[in-house]
């Protein structure tokens, strides 16, 4: 607890859709020790240099999660985030808006289109009429059945995963890893009668869009591990409906490739996601690649040791199914 | 203008909870909070939430002990209520879909807590509060009623001695808006941010405090504020008590376990107000540790093992690591006692009605009063839900036959005009120095050991910081998200608070609970048994008192 100070700069992201001029950068700069959380820095910057900087923060202990922002391009929480090792690593401490949400004013979003997300996977409890609450009494559940909510229950809602996921920005349509790591909480609950029902209605335009890129999971503040809860939803999705979802049948089927010779057949990968007619569709993409990469469409044939491989899967389906 | 039948203001878990009565009763309910409703301070509560419900223990056993931690101030028929209400309304919020932590036998883990017989505090890792938050705001949502987030409360209009409605700032428009109600709740959670060190978010300013004051409301007990015996050095971010429930122990320079002097027979576990007193006499008289952030002592957790450390503790640890740069499995903790809760608050009854008709109070905001001189730790989640069940009830029963509100779209102008006022000033002064000034103000004047000519000067000086923020100065006019303007609102409404809290104590000439005159260092039961009010005039506050409900126990000297 070294009370040293550091010469720190700070661009900022500044952006008032009421004063006409277009977003743009100011720079700060604060005397202060390494240790400094950058909210802190923010609030400073506030009370001793420009009281017209906005943002968003309330706790400052990284259990509100209101003050998610990027610093140096992550999404991170401001108040858990210290000075020191971003002016170590990038010479300046750059401060800009969340992503994926649009910006209402320097480093404050509109999260709706987050809070919408939320809202679809139908964040609540439902009951199955046949098994009610006991009445008077609280249900019983066993230590192991906690456990199963892995760290979902840590979620704070900060949505810093929802602006690093580059799935959120591709496709709107897309709940984010927030809402899906809401919908596993709700799935492993032993109280919800809805598991199969939420397992089924979250395929269309949904869980199938991960891109399994695993940056939800190193944005998050808590530990959540939004894209490992995903894995979770992709297979007990498969085992709750089968593979019915493109998304779903283009994993199987890309199982299905390894395990039959150990590489992966484009072709047939390509109609056993789609389907035949499905796979017209992709025709003309398919000549496109076909004419810059012709190696792509191969002819089937096993590699050396597929039966090994073969072997692996068997072991771990057989792993998967047995009791834990 | 907006209308509603019930608006509740403050969307932690006491409103969230009181909207769910109000909404069950069919009424037509607005929430009103400054945040989202997820970012409410509620989450931030760790320990527990208590209620007897293990074989061994007894609602009697859980009233005494809070009669006993309130120093015999909380009002006991309210306590008695309040206690046998315990076990129904964890039963409900584990209904509702809260994950708590489960003991082997699959029922709900308990763990012991200070001023407690018996480990009734039942919890969720060290995130009971995150997780009752969520359980509750998954339920509410499933109702029908009209939230307004992020919208300040600038006051509650009261005429022909009935509420009106309220009048909020939209802080994504820019503009004061008028909200016609038959009833208002004020669940507008603590005011802790009138200190320096605090274990509160800076969302925690009292603006329904401040506003119920303004609108004629009594403030009760507001001298009574509590310090956690451990926040953590510098940041001030709590360290929960449940640390020294499974098992933490406080050390001071020496490596003695100095509580073994103060509470020789359950040490640490000893009631707050006795902890924080203690670890305060030790850095004072010189056996504290020393740093650049001043005095402090060590909470160790290391002898009780990584595993255990990490997975009841979870959070903490997160806390010393990143905010801290400790890791409590193999170091001591550096703490220090924070402002942490304010026992007093709006004045209600057990149906959170206060003296004005159709305004309600609920939770950290109001004072009931079942915390008196010192809460226990795990009985304010627990008061938030049980009366803001009950406040919510009896808001929608009242609006139900109230007649139609007076309000009028020609009084926002008038009413919001001084506020406006603010921007167009080309000098005064800054929001944040003043708030600053307050807050050394309150940490130096206003602390765990208060004396007479302490206590003047602070008011002294509060008065002082008082008067400048007639002339405050606004530089910010954009229309969105304008911080410097909400500042300036909840500055003014701390400076109210914090005058009342210096009156309060400087008239109390006693030692009791959280209040410690060093000047008055006992208990004084004659002349002291009773509540302080407060209602504000145009001199300042004005004080009353009020008797304490008595039912079955005699105060006894408090030993732990």
């Not at chain 1, 607890?1 to 008032?16: G, H, K, L």
Request: glycine share 8%; hydrophobic share 35%; aromatic share 8%.
């Amino acid at each position: 607890m070294s009370p040293e100070t550091i010469s720190a700069q700070f661009d900022v992201y500044r952006y008032d859709p009421s004063d006409g001029t277009p977003p743009h950068y100011q720079r700060y700069t604060l005397e202060l020790t390494p240790h400094t959380p950058v909210l802190t820095a923010l609030l400073r910057i506030r009370a001793e240099l420009d009281p017209t900087l906005s943002l968003r923060y309330s706790c400052r202990s990284a259990i509100c999660g209101s003050c998610a922002m990027q610093v140096n391009s992550k999404s991170r929480l401001a108040c858990e985030t210290h000075v020191g090792p971003e002016m170590e690593r990038h010479g300046r401490v750059v401060v800009e808006p969340m992503r994926n949400q649009p910006v209402l004013r320097d480093l404050v979003v509109d999260q709706a289109p987050f809070w919408t997300q939320y809202d679809r996977i139908e964040p609540h409890l439902k009951l199955d009429p046949a098994h009610p609450m006991p009445e008077g009494k609280t249900t019983m559940m066993t230590p192991e059945q906690v456990d199963r909510f892995k760290e979902t229950p840590r979620c704070i809602a900060c949505a810093a995963c929802f602006s690093a996921c580059p799935a959120v920005e591709a496709d709107p349509a897309f709940p984010g890893p927030m809402a899906l790591a809401k919908l596993y909480r709700f799935v492993v609950d032993p109280r919800d009668g809805a598991h199969q029902d939420r397992l089924v209605r979250i395929q269309p335009n949904g869980l199938w869009l991960c891109l399994r890129c695993h940056l939800c999971t190193e944005a998050c503040p808590k530990d959540v591990r939004p894209s490992e809860r995903i894995r979770d939803l992709k297979e007990m999705a498969i085992a709750a409906q089968g593979a019915t979802e493109n998304g779903s049948r283009h994993v199987v089927g890309f199982k299905d490739n390894i395990v039959d010779g150990g590489l992966l057949n484009e072709m047939k990968l390509v109609r056993q996601t789609y389907g035949t007619f499905g796979m017209l569709g992709q025709v003309v993409q398919g000549l496109r690649i076909w004419r810059k990469k012709p190696e792509v469409i191969h002819k089937p044939h096993k590699i050396q040791g597929a039966e090994e491989l073969a072997r692996i899967y068997d072991a771990l389906d057989t792993d998967a199914e047995a009791p834990k | 203008m907006l209308r509603h039948e019930v608006v509740i203001v403050g969307a932690g878990l006491a409103g969230q909870r009181a909207a769910l009565a109000a909404v069950q009763a069919g009424r037509d309910v607005a929430v009103v909070t400054k945040l989202h409703p997820l970012r409410s301070h509620s989450g931030a509560a760790q320990g527990g939430i208590n209620a007897a419900v293990g074989a061994e223990d007894s609602v009697d056993t859980h009233i005494y002990d809070t009669v006993k931690g309130s120093d015999y101030l909380g009002d006991q028929d309210a306590i008695e209520f309040f206690c046998r209400e315990a076990g129904p309304t964890v039963v409900e919020m584990e209904h509702f879909g809260t994950i708590f932590s489960r003991s082997p036998d699959g029922a709900l883990a308990r763990r012991a807590f200070g001023g407690a017989g018996f480990p009734r505090t039942i919890y969720a890792a060290d995130r009971t509060g995150l997780a009752l938050l969520q359980a509750l705001w998954e339920r509410l949502s499933t109702e029908r009623f009209t939230l307004y987030q992020e919208w300040d409360l600038t006051q509650v209009v009261v005429r022909d001695r009935r509420v009106q409605g309220i009048i909020a700032y939209d802080r994504h428009r820019g503009e004061f808006e008028e909200i016609a109600a038959k009833s208002v709740v004020i669940a507008t959670g603590p005011a802790g941010r009138i200190y320096g060190r605090t274990t509160n978010a800076h969302s925690c300013t009292g603006d329904g405090l401040a506003c119920a004051y303004d609108a004629g409301a009594y403030l009760k007990d507001m001298e009574f504020v509590q310090f956690h015996p451990t926040a953590l050095l510098e940041s001030g971010i709590l360290i929960t008590e449940g640390a020294r429930g499974e098992g933490g122990i406080l050390k001071n320079a020496s490596g003695e376990r100095f509580m073994t002097r103060y509470a020789p027979h359950v040490l640490e576990l000893a009631s707050r107000d006795v902890v924080s007193r203690a670890i305060v006499t030790e850095v004072a008289e010189g056996r504290g540790l020393s740093g650049p952030y001043g005095g402090y002592v060590h909470l160790e957790l290391m002898h009780l093992g990584k595993e255990k450390v990490e997975s009841r503790l979870q959070e903490i640890c997160d806390y010393c690591r990143r905010f801290a740069g400790i890791d409590p499995v193999s170091e001591p903790i550096p703490v220090y006692p924070g402002q942490h809760y304010m026992m007093g608050g709006v004045g209600t009854n057990i149906h959170g009605e206060t003296n004005v008709a159709g305004l309600y109070a609920v939770g950290e905001a109001a004072c009931v009063s079942i915390h008196g001189a010192n809460r226990l730790g795990g009985n304010s989640l627990l008061e938030t839900l049980v009366f803001g069940k009950e406040a919510g009830g009896a808001a929608a029963k009242y609006a139900l036959s109230a007649p139609a509100t007076t309000l009028h779209a020609t009084d926002l102008e008038p009413a919001t005009a001084p506020m406006r006022a603010w921007s167009s000033r080309t000098e005064g002064e800054d929001p944040s120095t003043l708030r600053d000034e307050m807050q050394q103000t309150m940490d130096r004047y206003a602390g765990i050991y208060r004396t007479e000519a302490d206590l003047l000067e602070g008011l002294r000086r509060i008065q002082v910081v008082k008067a400048r923020f007639e002339r405050v100065r606004v530089v910010d006019h954009s229309k969105v998200f304008n911080l410097n303007l909400t500042d300036a609102i909840e500055v003014g409404h701390m400076l109210e608070l914090a005058e009342v809290i210096l009156v309060g104590a400087y008239a109390r000439t006693e030692s009791r609970g959280a209040h410690s005159r060093v000047d008055f260092p006992k208990r004084d039961d004659v002349r002291w048994m009773k509540h302080t009010l407060a209602q504000k005039t145009r001199e300042g506050p004005n004080l009353s008192y009020a008797p304490v409900a008595y039912t079955r126990w005699d105060p006894k000297e408090r030993v732990y």
